[in-house]
């Protein structure tokens, strides 16, 4: 079956460790994405790519990096530089073309002890 | 870049009444309009979407508008069941090159059986 999928669905991570969450897509996407959600706020782009080995910052992009050396995947870095980490990420993507929905993962919800 | 603001942030209302939620954005070259719904567990799935040549699109009791010239537009829900209670996301997608994809803060929706 065609997906996206997020791993792992639980992190935990101690301060001042970097962490990488892992996203795959085995929908043919050309657009890839990584969301930050918190409570009140909504999601809030961190990263997007449109194409292999290109990307763009999003709104919140400090403290993250990320990497597109292949379609299918996209891994966002969480760093030891973000200063609050602790959220629930998701990570979408799309055909990358006009008027076409994105398709979601099941999120990681990342908890810095 | 685009902004999207949603209203409300949280909405109640009694099992068999309508809900409206209304979003605006500010990037007038974004010509589709997605919304989401997430449950959690289930993650986020699209349950109507619109694109920027069409006024109104209607799917059972879910209904989608757009008012191109004022730059908003609005998710309608009627005949309200328990099972609609999630957190909604709009979106707006821009049809510049990196089809980046810019959702709203989420309102919570609760229909009190």
């Known amino acids: 079956d065609g997906g996206i999928t997020q791993s792992p669905k639980y992190l935990f991570r101690k301060e001042g460790q970097n962490v990488t969450l892992s996203c795959e897509q085995n929908?043919?996407?050309?657009?890839m994405y990584w969301y930050r959600q918190d409570p009140g706020q909504g999601l809030r782009l961190i990263y997007y790519s449109q194409i292999v080995n290109d990307f763009q910052k999003g709104d919140i992009a400090e403290g993250y990096s990320v990497s597109r050396e292949k379609k299918e995947s996209f891994p966002l870095t969480v760093t030891s530089a973000q200063k609050n980490p602790t959220a629930f990420y998701l990570c979408?993507?799309?055909?990358?073309?006009?008027?076409?929905?994105?398709?979601f993962g099941q999120g990681t919800r990342l908890t810095v002890v | 870049g685009e902004n999207v603001e949603q209203h409300p942030s949280t909405l109640s209302v009694q099992e068999g009444d309508s809900a409206v939620i209304k979003c605006t954005y500010s990037?007038?070259?974004?010509?589709?309009f997605p919304w989401y719904k997430q449950e959690l567990g289930k993650g986020s799935q699209l349950i109507i979407d619109?694109?920027?040549?069409?006024g109104e699109k209607k799917d059972q009791r879910i209904a989608v508008t757009l008012n191109k010239t004022a730059k908003h537009f609005s998710l309608h829900i009627t005949e309200t069941q328990p099972e609609d209670s999630a957190v909604y996301f709009c979106a707006a997608k821009d049809s510049g090159g990196y089809q980046k994809v810019t959702f709203g803060t989420g309102t919570k929706l609760q229909v009190i059986p």
């Open positions: 929908l043919n996407h050309d657009a």
């Open positions: 990037d007038s070259a974004s010509n589709y």
């Open positions: 979408a993507s799309s055909s990358g073309t006009a008027n076409t929905e994105a398709f």
């Open positions: 619109i694109r920027s040549n069409v």
